[in-house]
């Protein structure tokens, strides 16, 4: 069976982290997991072979050809000159990619190309906060914000640099195969399984007296018990440091509150239990902390834009089609409707 395609766009003196991220991810057979997994191939816009940043030497194995003609397309980050004048048959092969249904996505400075293309215009989008005056001036209809990780607008996302190169690529896992599949991806990468688009992608240098590291244990603890009463000062608690210097650092480090956290950790719980346990909407929202169906029901659809009822059956049904590939899209289409109107 074909898998997912994703093209990544390869540049010269593309640095070597950006291309590792999303052969990683995506390049790494993981068919234990998700059978067909992605198909990955490299696509040189440029004849090659292509250096890379810090040495060595990239020949791929693919064009642009091949780039026009995949499920998701990826721009990693770019030499400066790339980004000044990236180059027309990359610019315009994204114009053909996107206009065939391609999703399109842009890794810290890749949103250059894109915004090159077109395909930023009067959109959301961000990159590294380094380039964030520059690209502004350079393409005045992007509606930049330069404080998030990544924007997800759909068919067209991007990201900010490094780390965050690796939460947009997770998210694009958790939009394809759900948030089960996506945590068990970052539980074998080592890194945290979920960090929401707005989390902030620059905080201010730490609070003095209080360990860079102070957070990590608290969080965890409190991962580990979703499913009970959680307040600020318990976290502030295991923290060990007062509620008011805890929700201080909380947001300077993670660019939210601790509840809001909270929330968003009880709802990413409820969604890998919607899709791999038979457990009622009661059952789970007793487990992940919400205490009752309705209570769920109101945050879950706060944070997901669809009811837990919804996001079961559509994540199943692509779950089918994937296995099968006989479920024409208006099929899904329709159920998601009737879905969402029964629930």
Known sequence: MAGHVVAVAVT?????????????????????????????????????????????????????????????????????????????????????AYARGSRIVGLCTGAYVLAAAGLLDRRRATTHWMNAQDFAARHPLVDLDPRVLYVDDGAVLTSAGTAAAIDLCLHLVRRDHGAAVAAEVARRMVV????????????????????????????????????QPLTVDDLARQAKLSPRTFARRFRETLGTTPLQWLLEQRVRLAQELLETTEDSVERIAHRTGF?????????????SGVSPRT?????????????????????????????????
């Open 311 to 343: 996001y079961r059956h559509v994540f199943r049904y692509r779950a089918a089609a994937t296995a099968d590939h006989a479920a024409p899209d208006g099929q899904a289409l329709a159920a998601l409707r009737s879905d969402s109107a029964a629930g």
């Open 12 to 96: 010269d003196h593309l640095p070597i982290f950006e291309l590792a991220v999303p052969q990683e991810v995506f390049g790494t057979d993981r068919r234990d997991i998700v059978d067909p997994w992605y198909e990955l191939r490299l696509c040189a816009a440029a004849p090659g072979p292509l250096r890379m940043s810090g040495g060595g030497r990239l020949d791929p194995p693919y064009g642009l050809d091949a780039l026009v003609e995949a499920d998701t397309v990826l721009v990693p980050a770019l030499a400066r000159a790339t980004q000044l004048d990236p180059p027309a048959d990359l610019v315009e092969a994204l114009r053909v």
């Open 291 to 303: 205490g009752s169906g309705a209570n769920l029901r109101q945050h879950f659809g706060r944070v």
């Open 192 to 227: 945290p399984p979920h960090r929401a688009g707005e989390h902030a992608q620059y905080p201010p240098p730490p609070v003095r007296g209080v360990p860079p590291d102070a957070l990590g244990p608290a969080l965890e603890w409190a991962r580990s018990r979703l499913d």
